[in-house]
């Protein structure tokens, strides 16, 4: 069965400091991770892909298959980062995807 | 480009009445559609999954006769929640892919029922 944890529904960091958003899965085949963001009132858009390995909005996200873990992270957080983060997974390209909780990231001035 | 829409955004039906809720890609075929659920403050919730000319695949716990799926072009799926019941409020959701991008999920904003 696939599983996605973010243990954190909610983390709030100052403007100009690293933030990291975790996320853990359970899949015993070899998974598709993404991230995807809802800023307020706008619809769920993907963020990062895992076998992309690029840097979106100073973004970036390393797949560690030894401690199942895709966490999220940016060096240097900024207010527009502001958002809801959701952690995702997928068996293979265009599969169903299996959605972490969230996490609501504020970035305070 | 890429753009799904679903119509309407929000909707109020009495209970025991059927409603429908359309979800596009306006740029795009959609070889694939995704229905989600999404409860206030919570995550989202695969319901099933469409593929256009078949029947949609539902995920467990589903009622196939409650929430009913066509997916009858490749540009349109349609989500009918029949005999709605306030607990069928809810944040509705759907996602599609495209032919030229296998792996990305395009979201519509989603559709708000409310059941009174």
């Known amino acids: 069965a696939q599983r996605v944890t973010q243990p954190e529904k909610l983390l709030s960091v100052f403007k100009g400091a690293p933030v990291e958003l975790k996320c853990n899965y359970s899949y015993s085949g070899s998974p598709e991770l993404f991230w995807y963001v809802q800023y307020s009132r706008q619809r769920l858009q993907l963020l990062l892909r895992?076998?992309s390995r690029e840097s979106i909005k100073g973004f970036t996200a390393d797949l560690n298959k030894g401690e199942t873990s895709f966490h999220l992270k940016k060096p240097f957080a900024q207010e527009e980062d502001s958002a809801m983060y959701y952690c995702a997974l997928g068996a293979a390209s265009g599969s169903r995807l299996t959605f972490g909780e969230g996490t609501q990231l504020t970035v305070n001035p | 480009g890429a753009v799904v829409s679903q119509h309407p955004s929000w909707v109020i039906c009495k209970s025991g009445t059927s409603v429908k809720i359309e979800c596009r890609s306006l740029d795009f075929q959609a070889t694939t559609m995704f229905w989600y659920r999404q409860f206030p403050k919570q995550s989202l919730m695969l319901m099933a999954t469409?593929?256009?000319?078949?029947?949609?695949?539902?995920e467990q716990g589903v009622e196939k006769d409650k929430f009913l799926i066509n997916h009858a072009s490749l540009t349109l799926s349609t989500l009918t929640v029949t005999s709605a019941h306030p607990e069928d409020s809810s944040f509705y959701i759907c996602s599609a892919i495209g032919t030229r991008i296998s792996y990305e999920q395009y979201f519509g904003p989603g559709t708000r029922l409310t059941v009174t």
């Open positions: 469409s593929n256009e000319g078949s029947k949609a695949t539902y």
């Open positions: 895992h076998i």
